[in-house]
């Protein structure tokens, strides 16, 4: 049997256990529902007590909307932030951390590294299976937006070669990421820093036109603007990277002897094999550190991992809680209707058809308030994917999953098996007290 289950689809085990979740309130509603009719009475009091019944329905709306939302933006953004590292196989940079210069050179946050020589970089990007080898240079920002320092291959690369207008072609100009507020034929002048402490004169006379604009890739690469490297160590002061008979030259190869340096070296093989044998050659001790910015991505999610499990138990314990209100919250509004269930009783209406209609109306609500809940959650989930890539700038998508669904699946059964209890409560109250409320 085990083996039988291992080899079905994945798709096929998630809905299989989405029916294994919900098969026992399938068994209760088809043992209490047995032979009666209950639902015109249940819609006749649904209607009586229309107010008390929205205002409970949109409580476990909310509950389990905002449980199914958390749980579905952890994953969206796991996915989000593996997708900005696609484009970055490889990063060589000096001896560090390897999480600060991944958030460095994969997400832009600004980071004082040291730098890689000219030696260095000629040994990476001279290397036989090195098909991009794109120095970055940071440090200067126009607004919000990051002025980085690379290639014209590595610009081409990231945005899968698609520009709106054209490559530069000189020192003076840019391409502007898809979310940066700078059109074609717009000029700037970088500042030196980021942020508050951006000093903006200090570039004075930097002018850079914007000649073309990247595609957007869902990555902080799309709040860029990615000038040739020349022009970052120009203004600087720390010359092209060139020797003089080349002074004038854009791109590779650079000279390793004015080679000004650079924190970190993205790295492109097109073979998989290729791009571990390079990690291995150019991890060397107290020279250079290569890295996968994947796997240290992957070493993050362990800690996601871990933290996926307080919220998933988190959410089963408010879930829990959800379902203990839903108790009290069904025998309070039960007793709303407490003289209607004993007029039914006084009339010889038969115990178990009491109990069917008590427990239907439950039930509706809450299959009702769960099925809102869905609908919540993908809302929660849409607007909290909306705020993070806003603030992050990274593409941030939370379509609902499995998981969740597993998660509402288990709480509708756990309620609609809880909710026997007030159905046998108002069984047990007496007729007479009832008829005279």
């Known amino acids: ?25 399938f068994v209760v509603g088809v043992f209490v529902l047995h032979g009666y009719a ?57 001896p560090g951390s390897e999480m600060t210069v991944m958030m460095a050179s994969v997400f832009l946050q600004p980071s004082d590294m040291p730098l890689l020589d000219g030696e260095t970089y000629n040994a990476i990007a001279n290397h036989e299976n090195v098909s991009i080898a794109a120095p970055l240079a940071f440090g200067d920002s126009y607004g919000t937006a990051s002025v980085i320092g690379t290639t014209a291959q590595f610009a081409r690369y990231l945005a899968d070669d698609q520009i709106d207008g054209r490559m530069w072609q000189s020192a003076n100009e840019a391409l502007a990421g898809a979310l940066v507020p700078l059109a074609v034929g717009d000029s700037f002048t970088p500042a030196h820093g980021h942020g508050d402490s951006a000093e903006e004169e200090a570039h004075e006379g930097a002018d ?52 000004p340096g650079t924190p970190a070296v993205v790295v492109r093989s097109e073979a998989l094999w290729a791009n571990y044998a390079l990690r291995s050659e150019f991890t060397r001790d107290r020279e250079t550190m290569a890295f996968f910015p994947g796997a240290v991505l992957a070493q993050l999610y362990q800690v996601l991992g871990d933290v996926r499990q307080v919220m998933s138990i ?68 849409a607007v909290l994917s909306k705020v993070v890539t806003a603030r992050t700038d990274i593409l941030v998508t939370a379509p609902l999953g499995m998981s969740e669904l597993h998660l509402l699946a288990g709480f509708v059964s756990i309620t609609l098996l809880l909710s026997l209890l007030p159905a046998a409560i108002v069984l047990r109250q007496p007729v007479v007290p009832g008829l005279r409320a």
Do not use: C, Y
Not at 10 to 24: E, G, N, R, V, Y
Not at 46 to 55: H, M
Not at 65 to 86: K, N, P, V
Not at 215 to 243: K, N, Q, S, Y
């Open 1 to 25: 049997m085990i083996a039988l289950w291992d080899n079905l689809p994945a798709f096929t085990q998630d809905i299989l256990f989405t029916l294994l979740l919900l098969a026992p309130s």
């Open 38 to 94: 209950p639902w015109p009475l249940v819609r006749a009091i649904l209607w009586r007590f229309r107010g008390s019944s929205i205002l409970f329905v949109l409580l476990i709306a909310i509950s389990v909307g905002m449980g199914i939302g958390l749980l579905a933006q952890e994953r969206g953004l796991r996915r989000g932030t593996a997708h900005a590292a696609d484009k970055f196989d490889l990063v060589v940079s000096a």
């Open 208 to 259: 850079l036109v914007v000649v073309g604009r990247l595609a957007p890739t869902g990555t902080p690469w799309d709040r860029a603007i990615l000038v040739p490297v020349e022009m970052v160590w120009t203004v600087h002061g720390l010359g092209t990277g060139h020797d003089p008979q080349h002074h004038d030259q854009i791109g590779p190869p650079f000279d390793p002897q004015t080679f």
């Open 314 to 381: 988190m959410a089963v314990v408010t879930q829990v809680l959800v379902a203990a209100a839903v108790l009290l919250g069904l025998f309070i509004i039960s007793r709303l209707f407490h003289r209607q269930i004993a007029l039914l009783r006084a009339l010889g209406a038969p115990a178990r058809f009491v109990f069917s209609v008590v427990w239907s109306f439950g039930a509706t609500l809450l299959v009702a308030g769960s099925a809102l809940g869905l609908l919540v959650g993908f809302g929660a989930a």
